[in-house]
C-alpha cells in the first residue's frame, strides 16, 4: 500500500467526524425553527423500534410524519432533522444509547416534545458498570425534554418509575399496575392468533387488534397510544391504526414459506434477559411442532456454559427441537449417555443449515433468536427456500442479510453446502501456530503461534518449507515424525486451511495441537488446554465452527493489553514494545519446551492426552 493510500485511509475517519459535526450545527440551527413540529423521542432497552413504528403510525393520520430509519445512533437523529420542513407535523426518533455519554448529543440536538422510555434492563456490559447506570443514561432523555413536554413511562418497570417520580414534567403512566393512565387489563397472544389487548383510559375500555405476537409486545403498543394521548389523539381514532402494522425485522417478525413452514424471526439481539418473552410465545403457540433455533446470548459476561444448558432445559419443555447455533452452540447439549436428541448444536451455521432442511416439515413453527451482529440467522430462513453462497461465521455487518451483496454471490468463497467430511482419523501429530502472513505482523501478539513454532524447529533442527497452504516443517521426536504448520491464510479464516492440511497428511484433530495468542490471559503466561470454547479468539471459532468441536486441544500464550486499552483489534496487530520483547523471548522458549515435552507424552502413551 502507497503512501497516498495509507494517508486517505488515516484521513477518511477525520473526515466523517468533521462531516457529521458541521450537519450536527445546522440540524440543531434547524430544529429551533420547526415551530409546528412535534418531537418525539423513544428510548429504552428493548421494543424501541416498534415502539416507534406504530408510534409513526397512528400519527401520520394526523399529518406528515418522519422517522429514523435504520439505526438509532447520532447521525440517524441528524439526518431526520435535515430531511424535516415546515409541512413535517411529527418526528419521531429512536434514541439508542451504547455506552455512558453516548445518549448526550442526540437528546440535545432533538429536544423531545414527547419522551417515551419502554423498559430499562442489562446491555452493554462492557460499558456500563451496572444497571443503574443505564438507567440514568436512558433518564437522560426525560430530562432533555423540551418547556411542555410529556414522558410517557412504564409503570410496571421499578427503573422507569423511579425517572418518572422524579420527572419535573407530565408523565403519562401506562402498564398493568393500578395507578396506570393507560392501564393493561389483558393480553392473549396464542399464534397463528396475533396478539389482542384490551385497555382501560378515563373509565373506557378498548379491545386493540395489532399484528405482533407474543405477550410482552403489549409494551410498545402502549408506549404507542401513551404517545397518542400525549399528542391529544382519541384513542378511538388512534387504535385501529395499529392493526394494520406489521412488526420490525427481526422483532417476533412472522414469515410464511411456501411448504407451510412458519419463522418466528426475533433475531436481531439476544441479551440473557430477553430470552423469557419467546420462550412464553412459544410455550402458548398452537403448531404441529415448534422447533426453537438459538444463537449467541450478546451482552454476557462470565462462562457461558450455565446459560446455555439453563436455556436447553427451558426451551426443551416448550418446544420439539431446540437448535443451538453459533461459537458456544455445544456449551448447551449433554453429552455421553445423557444426550438428549431433541437438542442439537451447530458451531457452523451452515451446518445447522443443512440439519433444518432435512429436518423441518409442513406445519413446523420455528423462531429464529438471536443475535443479528454475531449470527445472522436470517440465513437459516433464506436457505430453506433458496440456494445462498455466503456463510461467513466471522461476518460483523450491523444489518440483516437481505441487503448484503454477498448474499447470493457466485464469486463468494463461502459456498452453499455443509463442509466435507471430517479427516480420517490418522495418528501423526500436528502442531499449527495460529497467525497472520506477512513480514508485517510477525513481531505482533497475533502472530505468537507462529513464533513458538519457529522455536520448536529450531531446538529440533527442522527447515521451513513453503507450501500452498502455508509453511510446513516436519521434525522426528521420539522416532516420530510431527508436522509443524504455520496456515497462510488470515487469522479468523484458520478453520478450511486447518482441515484441508490435517486432510493431506491423514490426521484428524484428535493429533493435533493448536497454538494461539490469548488476550485473556496475563502477558507472558502460558497455558495448555485440553478443549473448550474460543473465548473470543476469531481463529479458534474459525477452527472450531469447521469442525463443529470444541474438543482440540491448545496452548495458549498470554498477551493481555494494559490496563485501560480496551482497543482489542488494535492490541492484537500491533508491533511489541521493547520492554515486551524483552519478556516475550523466555516466555517463547519456555513454550517450546513445554510443547515438546507435551508431545513426547503423547506420542509415549500411543497419540493420546
Given at each position: 500500500?502507497?503512501?497516498?493510500?495509507?494517508?486517505k485511509?488515516?484521513?477518511?475517519?477525520?473526515?466523517?467526524?468533521?462531516?457529521?459535526?458541521?450537519?450536527?450545527?445546522?440540524?440543531?440551527?434547524?430544529?429551533?425553527?420547526?415551530?409546528?413540529?412535534t418531537?418525539?423521542?423513544?428510548?429504552?432497552?428493548?421494543?424501541?423500534?416498534?415502539?416507534?413504528?406504530?408510534?409513526?403510525?397512528?400519527?401520520?393520520?394526523?399529518?406528515?410524519?418522519?422517522?429514523?430509519?435504520?439505526?438509532?445512533?447520532?447521525?440517524?437523529?441528524?439526518?431526520?432533522?435535515?430531511?424535516?420542513?415546515r409541512?413535517?407535523?411529527?418526528?419521531?426518533a429512536?434514541?439508542?444509547?451504547?455506552?455512558?455519554?453516548?445518549?448526550?448529543?442526540?437528546?440535545?440536538?432533538?429536544?423531545p416534545?414527547?419522551?417515551?422510555?419502554?423498559?430499562?434492563?442489562?446491555?452493554?456490559?462492557g460499558?456500563?458498570?451496572?444497571?443503574?447506570e443505564?438507567?440514568?443514561?436512558?433518564?437522560?432523555?426525560?430530562?432533555?425534554?423540551?418547556p411542555?413536554?410529556?414522558?410517557?413511562?412504564?409503570?410496571?418497570?421499578?427503573?422507569?418509575?423511579?425517572?418518572?417520580?422524579?420527572?419535573?414534567?407530565?408523565?403519562?403512566?401506562?402498564g398493568?399496575?393500578?395507578?396506570?393512565?393507560?392501564?393493561?387489563?389483558?393480553?392473549?397472544?396464542?399464534?397463528?392468533?396475533?396478539?389482542?389487548?384490551?385497555?382501560?383510559?378515563?373509565?373506557?375500555?378498548?379491545?386493540?387488534?395489532?399484528?405482533?405476537?407474543g405477550?410482552?409486545?403489549?409494551?410498545?403498543?402502549?408506549?404507542?397510544?401513551?404517545?397518542?394521548?400525549?399528542?391529544?389523539?382519541?384513542?378511538?381514532?388512534?387504535?385501529?391504526?395499529?392493526?394494520?402494522?406489521?412488526?420490525?425485522?427481526?422483532?417476533?417478525?412472522?414469515?410464511?414459506?411456501?411448504?407451510?413452514?412458519?419463522?418466528?424471526?426475533?433475531?436481531?439481539?439476544?441479551?440473557?434477559?430477553?430470552?423469557?418473552?419467546?420462550?412464553?410465545?412459544?410455550?402458548?403457540?398452537?403448531?404441529?411442532?415448534?422447533?426453537?433455533?438459538?444463537?449467541?446470548?450478546?451482552?454476557?459476561?462470565?462462562?457461558?456454559?450455565?446459560?446455555?444448558?439453563?436455556?436447553?432445559?427451558?426451551?426443551?419443555?416448550?418446544?420439539?427441537?431446540?437448535?443451538?447455533?453459533?461459537?458456544?452452540?455445544?456449551?448447551?447439549l449433554?453429552?455421553?449417555?445423557?444426550?438428549?436428541?431433541?437438542?442439537?448444536?451447530?458451531?457452523?451455521?451452515?451446518n445447522?443449515?443443512?440439519f433444518?432442511?432435512?429436518?423441518?416439515?409442513?406445519g413446523?413453527?420455528?423462531?429464529?433468536?438471536?443475535?443479528?451482529?454475531?449470527?445472522?440467522?436470517?440465513r437459516?430462513?433464506?436457505?430453506?427456500?433458496?440456494?445462498i453462497?455466503?456463510?461467513?461465521?466471522?461476518?460483523?455487518?450491523?444489518?440483516?442479510?437481505?441487503?448484503?451483496?454477498?448474499?447470493?454471490?457466485?464469486?463468494?468463497?463461502?459456498?452453499?453446502?455443509?463442509?466435507?467430511?471430517?479427516?480420517?482419523r490418522?495418528?501423526?501429530?500436528?502442531?499449527?501456530?495460529?497467525?497472520?502472513?506477512?513480514?508485517?505482523?510477525?513481531?505482533?501478539?497475533?502472530?505468537?503461534?507462529?513464533?513458538?513454532?519457529?522455536?520448536?524447529?529450531?531446538?529440533?533442527?527442522g527447515?521451513?518449507?513453503?507450501?500452498?497452504?502455508?509453511?510446513?516443517?516436519?521434525?522426528?521426536?521420539?522416532?516420530?515424525?510431527?508436522?509443524?504448520?504455520?496456515?497462510?491464510?488470515?487469522m479468523?479464516?484458520?478453520?478450511?486451511?486447518?482441515?484441508?492440511?490435517?486432510?493431506?497428511?491423514?490426521?484428524?484433530?484428535?493429533?493435533?495441537?493448536?497454538?494461539?495468542?490469548?488476550?485473556?490471559?496475563?502477558?507472558?503466561?502460558?497455558?495448555?488446554?485440553?478443549?473448550?470454547?474460543?473465548?473470543?479468539h476469531?481463529?479458534?471459532?474459525?477452527?472450531?465452527?469447521?469442525?463443529?468441536?470444541?474438543?482440540v486441544?491448545?496452548?495458549?500464550?498470554?498477551?493481555?493489553p494494559?490496563?485501560?486499552?480496551?482497543?482489542i483489534?488494535?492490541?492484537?496487530?500491533?508491533k511489541?514494545?521493547?520492554?515486551?520483547k524483552?519478556?516475550?523471548?523466555?516466555?517463547?522458549?519456555?513454550?517450546g519446551?513445554?510443547?515438546?515435552?507435551h508431545?513426547?507424552?503423547?506420542?509415549?502413551s500411543?497419540?493420546?492426552?
Amino acid at each position: 500500500m502507497n503512501f497516498y493510500k495509507r494517508l486517505k485511509l488515516k484521513i477518511k475517519p477525520h473526515r466523517r467526524r468533521l462531516k457529521l459535526k458541521v450537519k450536527y450545527h445546522l440540524a440543531r440551527l434547524h430544529r429551533r425553527r420547526l415551530n409546528s413540529t412535534t418531537f418525539v423521542a423513544v428510548s429504552g432497552s428493548s421494543a424501541k423500534t416498534t415502539s416507534a413504528k406504530l408510534t409513526a403510525e397512528i400519527l401520520s393520520r394526523f399529518g406528515f410524519c418522519r422517522q429514523t430509519e435504520d439505526f438509532n445512533a447520532l447521525d440517524s437523529v441528524v439526518r431526520l432533522l435535515l430531511s424535516a420542513d415546515r409541512r413535517t407535523r411529527y418526528c419521531v426518533a429512536e434514541l439508542g444509547a451504547s455506552g455512558p455519554g453516548t445518549l448526550d448529543l442526540s437528546v440535545r440536538v432533538f429536544e423531545p416534545d414527547i419522551a417515551v422510555i419502554t423498559v430499562i434492563n442489562r446491555e452493554h456490559y462492557g460499558a456500563y458498570r451496572d444497571i443503574e447506570e443505564i438507567a440514568a443514561e436512558k433518564e437522560k432523555v426525560v430530562a432533555g425534554l423540551s418547556p411542555g413536554g410529556i414522558a410517557v413511562l412504564n409503570i410496571d418497570d421499578p427503573l422507569v418509575r423511579a425517572i418518572g417520580e422524579r420527572c419535573r414534567h407530565r408523565v403519562i403512566w401506562f402498564g398493568e399496575d393500578e395507578e396506570a393512565a393507560l392501564r393493561l387489563v389483558e393480553a392473549r397472544s396464542c399464534w397463528p392468533e396475533p396478539l389482542t389487548l384490551r385497555v382501560a383510559f378515563e373509565g373506557r375500555t378498548y379491545e386493540v387488534a395489532t399484528k405482533l405476537h407474543g405477550v410482552h409486545m403489549a409494551v410498545p403498543v402502549l408506549a404507542a397510544l401513551g404517545v397518542a394521548v400525549a399528542a391529544d389523539v382519541l384513542l378511538e381514532e388512534a387504535i385501529p391504526a395499529l392493526a394494520r402494522v406489521s412488526p420490525p425485522d427481526g422483532r417476533m417478525q412472522e414469515v410464511a414459506c411456501g411448504d407451510d413452514v412458519t419463522f418466528i424471526r426475533d433475531d436481531w439481539k439476544a441479551p440473557l434477559w430477553s430470552m423469557e418473552a419467546p420462550l412464553a410465545f412459544l410455550r402458548n403457540a398452537r403448531a404441529a411442532r415448534k422447533i426453537a433455533v438459538i444463537g449467541t446470548i450478546s451482552d454476557s459476561t462470565g462462562d457461558y456454559g450455565p446459560k446455555y444448558r439453563k436455556l436447553a432445559k427451558a426451551y426443551r419443555e416448550v418446544a420439539d427441537k431446540v437448535v443451538f447455533v453459533g461459537p458456544h452452540a455445544l456449551r448447551g447439549l449433554r453429552k455421553g449417555r445423557n444426550a438428549d436428541p431433541r437438542v442439537k448444536g451447530f458451531l457452523h451455521i451452515r451446518n445447522a443449515a443443512e440439519f433444518l432442511r432435512g429436518e423441518l416439515k409442513r406445519g413446523d413453527l420455528v423462531l429464529l433468536k438471536g443475535t443479528n451482529k454475531q449470527d445472522h440467522l436470517l440465513r437459516l430462513l433464506i436457505a430453506h427456500k433458496d440456494a445462498i453462497r455466503c456463510w461467513d461465521i466471522q461476518c460483523e455487518a450491523g444489518y440483516f442479510c437481505t441487503r448484503c451483496s454477498k448474499l447470493f454471490d457466485p464469486s463468494c468463497s463461502a459456498v452453499d453446502g455443509p463442509p466435507d467430511s471430517l479427516p480420517s482419523r490418522g495418528t501423526a501429530s500436528v502442531v499449527v501456530g495460529l497467525g497472520n502472513p506477512g513480514e508485517r505482523f510477525s513481531d505482533t501478539p497475533h502472530n505468537v503461534g507462529h513464533r513458538v513454532l519457529d522455536a520448536v524447529a529450531k531446538a529440533l533442527g527442522g527447515a521451513w518449507r513453503e507450501d500452498p497452504d502455508g509453511w510446513i516443517c516436519t521434525v522426528g521426536l521420539n522416532g516420530d515424525a510431527v508436522h509443524l504448520f504455520k496456515p497462510g491464510s488470515w487469522m479468523n479464516d484458520s478453520g478450511p486451511v486447518v482441515r484441508r492440511f490435517l486432510g493431506r497428511v491423514g490426521t484428524g484433530l484428535q493429533n493435533c495441537i493448536i497454538v494461539h495468542d490469548d488476550v485473556n490471559l496475563a502477558f507472558g503466561d502460558v497455558r495448555m488446554k485440553p478443549d473448550g470454547g474460543d473465548a473470543g479468539h476469531k481463529g479458534m471459532r474459525s477452527v472450531l465452527a469447521e469442525f463443529e468441536t470444541e474438543g482440540v486441544c491448545r496452548m495458549r500464550i498470554g498477551t493481555a493489553p494494559d490496563k485501560g486499552r480496551r482497543d482489542i483489534k488494535q492490541h492484537v496487530l500491533a508491533k511489541f514494545s521493547k520492554e515486551q520483547k524483552t519478556t516475550l523471548a523466555p516466555v517463547i522458549e519456555t513454550a517450546g519446551d513445554l510443547l515438546m515435552a507435551h508431545l513426547r507424552n503423547r506420542i509415549g502413551s500411543g497419540g493420546q492426552g
